[in-house]
């Protein structure tokens, strides 16, 4: 497993290093080969990995050349070999062997589309800096775990609810949260057991800063 975290700032402000940072640590534990972090205005990524394809290559966060589009990943993608040659056919030259590539440049080549072609398990926070937008996407099942807050003008996501704490997150527990878990485990509810921490539950969450 690795460990992904991040901050979006709707108002513009720049993201926070060292609480982006702090976020990342917590979740040092779910990888302890490699770390990473990216900042560029109000996008801030952290990653923690833990090396399974690509050992020595595939480190994270991961640009295009371009530099519009930045991903993070935590999962494993089964079909990656298949759409890997694909990408190669269309013309995509690879600099590495991991899966976290073809995401990106499939990301890059068919949007948010890419992620209904991923057979695996996966949490994916992909910044697209042409349109100021950051998208969060998990499979189908919600195997791989991501949690986020959004307080309306910042949206903090991270693989675990300690990570969110590290941010600055709130403690504060949700009743109605904690009754969820007892009664029917993790897989009922988006509510969290702290006050305004949410699993993603749907597929996809597109957000973007307009004006």
Not at 85 to 109: I, M, P
Request: proline residues 3%; hydrophobic residues 40%.
């Amino acid at each position: 497993m690795c460990g992904i975290c991040g901050v979006y700032n709707l108002d513009g402000t720049s993201a926070e290093r060292e609480s982006v940072l702090r976020m990342r640590a917590a979740l040092e534990h779910r990888g302890p080969d490699d770390q990473g972090d990216f900042f560029a205005g109000p996008i801030g990524f952290g990653f923690r990995r833990l090396s399974i394809i690509d050992v020595e290559h595939g480190h994270q966060p991961m640009s295009t050349e371009d530099g519009r589009f930045t991903l993070v990943f935590n999962g494993e993608i089964y079909n990656h070999p298949a759409l890997r040659a694909e990408l190669e056919k269309s013309g995509v030259r690879f600099k590495t062997r991991a899966d976290t590539e073809t995401v990106l440049r499939l990301f890059a080549r068919d949007g948010a589309k890419a992620f209904e072609r991923l057979d695996g398990m996966f949490a994916i926070a992909v910044w697209d800096a042409q349109r100021r937008e950051l998208t969060l996407a998990r499979d189908p099942l919600g195997v791989k775990p991501l949690y986020y807050r959004f307080d309306g003008k910042q949206l903090a996501f991270a693989s675990e609810l300690r990570a969110l704490l590290a941010g600055g997150m709130s403690a504060e527990l949700d009743h109605a949260g904690v009754l969820d878990y007892l009664a029917y485990g993790k897989v009922h509810s988006p509510r969290t057991i702290l006050r305004g921490a949410l699993k993603l539950r749907r597929r996809r969450v597109n957000l973007r800063r307009f004006g």
